[in-house]
Structures are given as C-alpha cells and as structure tokens.
C-alpha cells in the first residue's frame, strides 16, 4: 500500500506538468498567429513571440525547435480547430442533411480563423512547405466529412464510389467560394451553398 503513495503524488505532479506545458504551447501558438495577422510573417521570430507570450526564447526554441517548426505547428493546429469545429456538428437523421450541416460548419471555421486559414492556405509564410506527415494530418481533419459521405453512399443516396473523391470534391468547390469571399470578390456565402450544393449533387443518384 505504501508504495502506492509516491506513484500516485509522482502521476499527479506529471500531469500537473503536462497541463501547464499544454497551456503555454496553445499561449505561444495564439500569440504567433496574432503576430501573424497583424503584423505579417516578419513578425513569426522567436524572440518576439517569447516577449509577446512573457517566457524566454530557450522556452520557444525548446517546444518547437526553429521558426520552421513553429510554422509547422501552427499549420497543424489550424487544421486540428477545423476538425474540432466540423466534429462537434450533430448527426442527423438523414445522412444529406449532415453532408449538407458540415458544409455551413467549414465555412464557419475558415470564416472565425482568418489567421489560421492564411497560413494553411493562402502562404502567409513564404517558402514554408508542410511536411508529407503534417499533410496527412491535415487531410485527416476531414476524415468526418468522409464518414458522413460514406454514409450517404451506404444509404443510396450518393453514387458508389471512393468516399474521398467526393470529399475532396466538395472541399475544392468549397475552398474556391471561400478564397472569393475572403477576397472580398462574394459579398455572402450563397455562391459558397451554390457550388458546394452543385458538387455534391454531381455524385446523386439519379431516382
């Protein structure tokens, strides 16, 4: 039983850490892509965002290594708020309906994190290139959208055929809407339910 106690004082003191390393990496990410925003991709070095965020710049180079990786960790943590943002949409009965739900709720995501998206997909930092593995992260963050048409293709309601090709179909037609409204080319996001609705109604069954 006495053995217990010191294992149990030890995991406590572990996670504690791990909550506080938890906090002070999504601080040093939010100040980076408020840096970002603002004040361009001169301003993603080091030393200011450890200023901005009140720690040192070991602290910085410690938790992602360079200003590469600081970049790559932002690129993935734009994508992981998009997942969360797409998975909290609730299932509805009829698998369109959720098809068409994850639509409205991308647009959303892109739309309430201009920072993010700039950098995930507009090259708001020059020469930054993901790395394959940060790629095949990304693409998982709409892994959801691939379930539901997978849904859709089980239910009767959408052609047979590879799940991703119509996901990724849908995303292409969806990031060019987007891309216009964010250049301020569409004044709404009609054009944005228009193709997304057309794209996928490409894939119908016919009745």
Same mark, same amino acid.
């Given at each position: 039983?006495?053995?217990?106690?010191?294992?149990?004082?030890?995991?406590?003191?572990?996670?504690?850490?791990?909550?506080?390393?938890?906090?002070?990496?999504?601080?040093?990410?939010? #100040?980076? #892509?408020?840096?970002?925003?603002?004040?361009?991709?001169e301003?993603?070095?080091?030393? !200011?965002?450890?200023?901005?965020?009140?720690?040192?710049?070991?602290?910085?180079?410690?938790? $992602?290594?360079? !200003? /590469?990786?600081?970049?790559?960790?932002?690129?993935?943590?734009? $994508? =992981?708020?998009?997942? !969360?943002?797409? =998975?909290?949409?609730?299932?509805r009965?009829? &698998?369109?309906?959720?098809?068409?739900?994850?639509?409205?709720?991308?647009?959303e995501?892109?739309?309430? =994190?201009?920072?993010?998206?700039?950098?995930?997909?507009?090259?708001?930092?020059?020469?930054? /290139?993901?790395? =394959?593995?940060?790629r095949?992260?990304?693409? %998982? %963050?709409?892994?959801?959208?691939?379930?539901?048409?997978?849904?859709?293709?089980?239910?009767? $309601?959408?052609? &047979?055929?590879?799940?991703?090709?119509? %996901?990724?179909? #849908?995303?292409?037609?969806?990031?060019?809407?987007?891309?216009?409204?964010?250049?301020?080319?569409?004044?709404?996001?009609?054009?944005? /339910?228009?193709?997304?609705?057309?794209?996928?109604?490409?894939? !119908?069954?016919?009745?």
């Amino acid at each position: 039983m006495t053995s217990s106690a010191p294992l149990g004082l030890q995991g406590a003191y572990l996670l504690g850490e791990r909550a506080g390393q938890d906090e002070l990496r999504a601080r040093l990410l939010d #100040v980076a #892509v408020r840096l970002l925003q603002s004040d361009g991709p001169e301003s993603l070095n080091m030393r !200011r965002i450890a200023s901005e965020a009140g720690c040192t710049t070991t602290v910085v180079y410690t938790m $992602f290594g360079n !200003r /590469e990786g600081m970049a790559e960790a932002l690129y993935l943590e734009g $994508f =992981e708020r998009f997942r !969360r943002h797409m =998975e909290s949409v609730s299932s509805r009965g009829d &698998p369109l309906d959720h098809l068409t739900a994850l639509g409205v709720a991308y647009r959303e995501a892109c739309l309430a =994190e201009p920072g993010y998206y700039s950098l995930m997909f507009e090259r708001a930092i020059p020469g930054f /290139e993901p790395s =394959e593995r940060a790629r095949t992260l990304a693409r %998982a %963050a709409l892994n959801v959208l691939d379930r539901v048409i997978a849904d859709c293709i089980a239910q009767g $309601f959408l052609i &047979p055929t590879q799940p991703r090709k119509i %996901a990724d179909a #849908v995303w292409a037609a969806a990031q060019g809407a987007i891309g216009l409204e964010r250049a301020g080319h569409l004044r709404d996001g009609s054009t944005y /339910e228009a193709v997304t609705t057309a794209t996928i109604c490409c894939y !119908r069954v016919n009745d």
